[in-house]
């Protein structure tokens, strides 16, 4: 099938994804008198007078903004806004249909970090939560952490966190299908923007040490020359062997290889340099890093991509649809680490040990199940946490 044809005609077809629809009867004078004047004055005083009253007398708790710039759309890059429209649509189509969330695409025409920020800032009375999405790197990062810290509800970029979460639930599963300590694991990670970096410190803070990260230079390294600030302390929390060279030169011997770079930079002899029963998420789109049976022909045991037309998809609809339900149950104030590690856990999870097979080490992403099995560790770790304001 030619998804794109395909898709281009039915977006023609449909005219956009979403729609808004009252959620109250307008049928007689009384009905108008209740949803909006004189009526609607009171459930006004009370906000005023109790703004947290917003979540519960407007549809505020159940609403989330899905924000974008347009500079790192999907796999196209620098796009514009309006271009990345259909994907953010997609994004709300997504927390609608796994989550029974409210989401509202918000393409932003500015390129200024500080002009995002301050823009995401002032419409944010209006949200429960702030999906940021396709913002490139390095901004992104400046531009989630000023939102967390000026912002009383949940921000979350995921690219790089939903990212990271999903692939520490296949990390987890990979190893418990194929009987390996997690925290043993000797872990390459090729692409040190947002999904990168992200992963790397997830998995630290799941317990994994030795970790590499490689850009298109090589081995990320302290003391390397030409890192950014991001970069350069990525540097001092992986790597700590000070492995150097290119991808070939430093993939040798490790146990699992995660890409989130380019098309068909890994090849198999790479593979067959790593350690026996390998571990393969070749996350680039369209093309994977390597193509799933190449890999396995190398040796690989496990393989995932981030395709849906192979098993083992690292797909993000796992995650985000049930973090923004949890979060928004819960009352959260943030995202923070409990709740993304409960999310990677429920998500790990919800595969039991008997249906674990090496093309399945995650739930099928159309399972709307995943949703509800996250939706309520991430809640629990919200409060547990004491990031709610219930």
């Not at 209740?34 to 519960?56: D, R």
């Not at 970096?197 to 630290?204: S, T």
């Not at 994977?288 to 981030?306: L, R, S």
């Amino acid at each position: 099938m030619d998804y794109a044809e395909m898709s281009l005609q039915k977006h023609e077809e449909w005219n956009g994804k979403l729609e808004i629809r009252s959620r109250v009867p307008l049928e007689s004078k009384e009905d108008l008198a209740l949803c909006y004047t004189p009526g609607v004055a009171a459930p006004c005083l009370a906000i005023q007078k109790a703004p947290e009253k917003s979540f519960t007398l407007t549809r505020r708790g159940n609403t989330v903004a899905v924000i974008t710039d347009g500079t790192a759309v999907l796999g196209l890059g620098d796009i514009g806004p309006e271009a990345g429209m259909p994907v953010m649509e997609g994004k709300c189509v997504l927390m609608r249909e796994f989550a029974g969330i409210d989401a509202i695409p918000l393409c932003i025409r500015s390129k200024d970090t500080e002009e995002i920020i301050r823009t995401v800032e002032v419409i944010a009375g209006s949200f429960g939560g702030i999906n940021l999405e396709d913002i490139s790197a390095p901004r992104c990062f400046e531009i989630e952490q000023k939102l967390r810290e000026r912002c009383d509800i949940p921000v979350f970029h995921d690219d790089q966190h939903g990212t990271a979460i999903v692939a520490l639930a296949a990390i987890k599963n990979g190893a418990r299908f194929l009987g390996k300590p997690m925290e043993n694991l000797r872990i390459l990670i090729q692409g040190a923007g947002a999904a990168g970096q992200a992963i790397a410190r997830m998995l630290l803070a799941a317990g994994i040490t030795e970790i590499v990260v490689c850009d298109r230079k090589g081995a990320v390294y302290e003391g390397r020359d030409g890192l950014d600030e991001e970069k350069k302390a990525l540097a001092e929390i992986t790597n700590r062997g000070m492995r150097k060279g290119g991808l070939k030169d430093v993939i040798a011997g490790l146990d699992v290889f995660v890409g989130v770079s380019v098309g068909g930079c890994l090849t198999p002899e790479m593979i067959r340099s790593m350690s026996p029963e390998p571990m393969i998420f070749a996350l680039a789109n369209p093309e994977p890093e390597i193509y799933p049976e190449e890999a396995k022909k190398a040796g690989a045991a496990v393989v995932g991509t981030g395709r849906s037309d192979f098993p083992n998809q690292i797909n993000n609809v796992l995650a985000f649809p049930g973090i923004f339900r949890g979060a928004l149950d819960a009352g959260a104030t943030e995202i923070n680490e409990a709740m993304q590690m409960a999310a990677a856990q429920a998500i790990a999870g919800y595969v039991k040990d008997e249906e674990l097979t090496e093309e399945r080490i995650l739930p099928d992403p159309l399972d709307k199940g995943v949703a509800g099995a996250v939706a309520k560790a991430v809640a629990e770790a919200a409060r547990k946490s004491g990031v709610t304001r219930k």
